[in-house]
């Protein structure tokens, strides 16, 4: 299984991203998926969560409220909506599968990981 993430850039504080995350099989809609992002030397940290329906969603304190995570199961991708973003957002974002639950928010409770994608958001 392969993750694909697209959808960084540059942006202003106040401003909006959208982050897309497509996989080569099938693995979102059989298991929880999620978002983690890693600015330079800090440690990846759990960004969001979605479970294998889309029912149940789980977020970062630092981004509940501005962030929304939803998936289209019929086009194996998932979505990651920034809004009102801050400079402290600024971060490579990667995108990650096959979770045992969309509540996990450790990099090891994850299988399979993108890429990533840098999202710089400026002051």
């Known amino acids: 299984v392969q993750l694909q993430a697209s959808g960084g850039g540059l942006v202003q504080a106040g401003g909006s991203l959208g982050l897309s995350c497509t996989a080569s099989?099938?693995?979102?809609?059989?298991?929880?998926a999620g978002w983690f992002r890693q600015a330079p030397g800090k440690e990846r940290e759990f960004v969001a969560s979605i479970s294998y329906n889309g029912r149940n969603t789980n977020y970062a304190d630092s981004v509940k409220g501005r962030f929304t995570i939803s998936k289209d199961n019929a086009k194996n991708t998932m979505y990651l909506q920034m809004n009102t973003l801050k400079p402290e957002d600024t971060a490579v974002y990667y995108c990650?599968?096959?979770?045992?639950?969309?509540?996990?928010?450790?990099?090891?409770?994850?299988?399979?990981w993108g890429q990533g994608t840098q999202v710089t958001v400026s002051s």
């Open positions: 990650a599968g096959e979770s045992g639950s969309y509540r996990y928010t450790r990099p090891f409770e994850y299988m399979y």
């Open positions: 099989g099938r693995i979102f809609s059989d298991y929880a």
